[in-house]
């Protein structure tokens, strides 16, 4: 019966959404989960991108306790989490903490790391962590001030977005483009059909 269960996804992103969809997948359901994202003292990127996966996840299903119609569906959840070695580089809301970042990932590789939690309709929960490796070229300061004013850095973990312009940035990428974006559809769609979802019967007709 997985195969006819509903899809939560645990996130209030509008490109974990437009991902889903790309490979047929409609979420029944969205649920952003608002969390402490600061990573734990000592914590390693990749953990962290699983912890918070998992907790935006769980969250979601201490949510529908009491929501009948929901209780036995799958919970999809993901969280990106970009590292300059063992550093985590916030999701960056001033422009003077974007402009470090930049600095900081100008002509270097860093990590992407995107956590994905799939809690399935008997309650198991799934995890996987996905890394990409991403090498930016060197960036001017007459670059990283003109994507200041772009904006396109507001709220992103590491203050870029590989799907607008700082796609020109990329001189290399290592794993997977949509892992980057914010979530790795290969791996998420392994993770739903391994747990029992037919994936293929909700893929839309033309
Ligand atoms: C590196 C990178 C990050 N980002 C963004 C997506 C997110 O805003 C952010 C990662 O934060 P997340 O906490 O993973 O996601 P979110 O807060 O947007 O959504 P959710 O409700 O699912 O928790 O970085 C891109 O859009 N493109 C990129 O290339």
């Not at 992407?112 to 399935?120: E, P, R």
């Not at 990428?173 to 019967?201: F, I, R």
Request: with cysteine; hydrophobic share 40%.
């Amino acid at each position: 019966m997985a195969g006819k269960r509903k899809l939560i996804l645990a996130s209030g992103s509008p490109r974990r959404v437009e991902l889903l969809r790309q490979v047929g997948l409609e979420a029944d359901r969205l649920m952003p989960m608002d969390l402490d994202e600061s990573p734990l003292k000592n914590e390693q990127p990749r953990s962290l991108a699983r912890r918070l996966a998992t907790d935006k996840a769980k969250a979601a299903l201490d949510a529908i306790e009491d929501e009948a119609d929901w209780k036995g569906s799958f919970i999809l959840a993901a969280d990106t989490v970009v590292a300059v070695g063992r550093r985590v580089l916030p999701k960056t809301e001033y422009s003077d903490e974007a402009i470090a970042a930049l600095n900081l990932l100008s002509g270097r590789n860093h990590w992407v790391f995107t956590g994905v939690c799939l809690i399935t309709p008997d309650r198991k929960v799934r995890q996987k962590v996905v890394e990409s490796k991403v090498r930016f070229k060197r960036l001017s300061d007459s670059e990283i001030n003109a994507y200041i004013l772009s904006g396109e850095w507001r709220g992103k973990a590491g203050a870029y977005a590989i799907q607008g312009i700082a796609g020109s940035f990329v001189q290399k990428l290592v794993g997977s483009y949509p892992n980057v974006v914010g979530l790795p559809l290969y791996e998420t769609v392994q993770l739903l059909a391994g747990e029992g979802m037919d994936v293929q019967a909700r893929w839309p007709e033309g």
